[in-house]
Nanobody, 122 residues
Framework: VQLQASGGGLVQAGGSLRLSCVASGRTSGIYAMGWFRQAPGKEREFVASIRWSGGSTLYADSVKGRFTISRDNAKNTVYLQMNSLKPEDTAVYYC????????????????WGQGTQVTVSS
């Protein structure tokens, strides 16, 4: 499975961005996809995840009510709609996928895409 993330950029605080992650290859084996982020000098942290079948979602407390994860199975794409962005949301955002796991631990995910930079100015 290959993952291609896009949609990052520079936005002012309070603004919005939508990230996309397209999966290719043996996508039939995907159970869940997730978004993680990593700021300079910090560990990679969980943002949100979604199960490919049924669409059950999970969010980090820090983004609940502001971010929404969704998927388009026909396009093998997962989205992260980010609203009310804050400077502390600045990070490189990564998408991940796994055939068995849908939780918040990054080391449980098998497949990773390249990151996309999100910068929120104050």
């Amino acid at each position: 499975v290959q993952l291609q993330a896009s949609g990052g950029g520079l936005v002012q605080a309070g603004g919005s961005l939508r990230l996309s992650c397209v999966a290719s290859g043996r996508t039939s084996g995907i159970y869940a996809m997730g978004w993680f982020r990593q700021a300079p000098g910090k560990e990679r942290e969980f943002v949100a995840s979604i199960r490919w079948s049924g669409g059950s979602t999970l969010y980090a407390d820090s983004v609940k009510g502001r971010f929404t994860i969704s998927r388009d199975n026909a396009k093998n794409t997962v989205y992260l709609q980010m609203n009310s962005l804050k400077p502390e949301d600045t990070a490189v955002y990564y998408c991940a996928a796994d055939p068995l796991y849908s939780g918040s631990l990054p080391n449980k995910y098998t497949y990773w895409g390249q990151g996309t930079q999100v910068t929120v100015s104050s």
